[in-house]
């Protein structure tokens, strides 16, 4: 693990003073038409006065967590409670994050969930997004000839959440939801069969897709705008995946998923190679392709991710979840390159600023084929 503390000696970037702007809408979480009231995203600057607007006049502290499904995105709104308006459970709400210089970026869109009121005349004002709605419901269900896209958007319709990217991922002949898990897992537990990340973005809108490398939103300079970064080094937890399914579909057609089988080398792939080898056993699996599809997505995501760490930087409202971003600059090249965000932390207070904590992937250009063809890591 390696510090890399900040350059105080170094040439001061320009001051940049932190805004918000929160979104409340009486009753549009639960279907109602909703009404703004004047509160609907009202900019202003943090250490200023908010002049008629509540959320500017008397929010202290904004704290908003996201990451990949099953983790459930959450933000929490810290506010003076003298002639705070009607906020009622189920509530709309949007979060924007920025600076004075610019108008802030939403980084949340949920729905009010809790509200805890103090001695102090403080409110704490939590709220969750689409991934809450997941997380509270259970369904006995099953599916025949879906690939797991068509899964996802079906359990999203249900649950009432919005999509955005929804790619195919793996075929399944036949599959089963039980009301022992709650959706956002099972979608997640789609989501690592396809090899594919699920999360929700900043407009709540669900995300079901591989993580591409794609452009970069923003590059992290050494001595400018990196706080505090963290890269930690380590080996691959595993060498090779053998993953066995059931049923025949893959050898005697789609309808023969639930063909018991005296040989199950039809259902069974392996991806990679060495010592530290795993097996898995997955009853969704009904085709060798699911089969394949399923080990090679583990041993890749094993073998890819080489580099883990957590940036500290001044408030990065346009970072997200699943987006790319790049550290320059730093004095060991080992720390410089592109990182695949996996989890972002905004905290804004009045007292201490405008500060994102990312945690990082860096992964390994290692298609998904190549893993299964070559059979073995790379």
């Known amino acids: 693990m390696v510090n890399v503390p900040f350059l ?16 409340h809408s009486s009753g549009a979480a639960s279907g109602g038409t909703g009404s703004l009231g004047g509160l609907a995203a009202a900019a202003g600057n943090l250490l200023g006065q908010g002049g008629d607007d509540f959320w500017l006049s008397h929010t202290l502290e904004i ?6 499904l099953p983790f459930v995105n959450s933000a929490c709104i810290t506010f003076a409670a003298a002639d705070a308006p009607d906020i009622a459970l189920q509530d709309a709400v949007t979060i924007s994050l920025g600076y004075a210089d610019a108008a802030p ?8 969930t809790r509200q805890v009121r103090t001695l102090a005349g403080l409110t704490h004002l939590y709220a969750s997004d689409g991934g809450g709605r997941l997380a509270r419901q259970r369904l006995n269900q099953s599916y025949a000839a879906q690939n797991a896209g068509d899964i996802v958007r079906d359990l999203a319709s249900q649950a009432g959440v919005e999509t955005d990217v929804i790619e195919s991922g793996l075929s399944l002949p036949f599959y089963a939801l039980a009301s022992t898990t ?3 897992a099972q979608i997640a537990a789609l989501a690592r069969r396809s090899g594919y990340w699920a999360y929700f973005t900043p407009a709540g809108k669900l995300t079901f897709a591989p993580v591409s490398e794609g452009e970069t939103v923003q590059t992290f300079t050494y001595g400018t705008d990196v706080l505090k970064l963290e890269i930690t080094e380590a080996a691959p937890a595993l060498d090779g995946v053998q993953v066995s399914g059931e049923g025949a579909a893959g050898s ?3 309808d023969a998923w639930n063909w018991l089988v005296a040989d199950a080398t039809g259902v069974q792939a392996q991806a990679g190679s060495g010592e530290a080898q795993r097996w898995a056993s997955d009853g969704a699996l009904r085709s060798q392709d699911a089969a394949r599809t399923a080990a090679t997505a583990r041993a890749s995501a094993a073998a890819s991710v080489q580099l883990t760490g957590e940036l500290w930087v001044p408030g990065a409202p346009q970072v997200a979840v699943g987006r790319q971003i790049a550290i320059a600059a730093a004095p060991e090249n080992f720390l410089n390159g592109n990182y695949q965000v996996e989890r972002v932390c905004h905290r804004l207070s009045k007292s201490r600023g405008f500060v994102t904590r990312l945690s990082l992937l860096k992964t390994a250009s290692v298609p998904l084929g190549a893993l299964a063809a070559l059979g073995g890591l790379l």
């Open 182 to 184: 709650p959706l956002q």
């Open 63 to 68: 704290a908003v967590q996201t990451g990949p």
């Open 252 to 254: 005697q057609g789609q």
């Open 8 to 23: 105080a000696n170094s040439e001061p970037a320009a001051v940049r003073r932190p805004a918000f702007a929160i979104a």
């Open 105 to 112: 970026e939403a980084v949340f869109t949920g729905s009010v």
